[in-house]
């Protein structure tokens, strides 16, 4: 149907589709860009500053927000209020659980993450 030129490097983020509005969306995540498309024609909906290299978890949406999130070799987490900006935590460093590749999964109330050799860390707040 179309096709977007893009300037990215090591992007293993799969797209995230969304709708606002009645109208669909694709959402990348990559180191320079994040950009949503128009579905219909591959035109920029929006566009903000990208994320740190290698972004491999997928963007996901909730409540009309879409997240993204990345990290590169550090393995440390902040959360944050995503409406109010206030901060749940920074900087934590995720003992245990080394290599983590893939996105974060929250069910239940926590938040679960899981490292590349098995060990998951998970949330008990």
Not at 82 to 91: C, I, M, R, S, W
Request: with cysteine; glycine share 10%; charged share 20%.
């Amino acid at each position: 149907m179309w096709r977007a030129e893009r300037k990215e490097i090591d992007t293993w983020a799969t797209p995230l589709v969304v709708e606002t509005n009645g109208r669909a969306q694709v959402v990348t995540s990559g180191m320079n860009r994040l950009r949503s498309y128009d579905i219909e024609n591959g035109n920029i909906v929006w566009e903000s500053a990208g994320v740190t290299m290698n972004p491999i978890p997928s963007p996901v949406a909730a409540d009309g927000m879409v997240f993204v999130t990345s990290g590169f070799r550090v393995g440390i987490l902040s959360a944050f209020d995503a409406k109010t900006d206030k901060p749940h935590y920074q900087l934590q460093r995720l003992d245990g659980v080394p290599n983590v590749f893939a996105s974060p999964v929250a069910a239940g109330g926590r938040v679960y993450v899981p490292g590349r050799e098995g060990a998951t860390l998970v949330s008990c707040d």
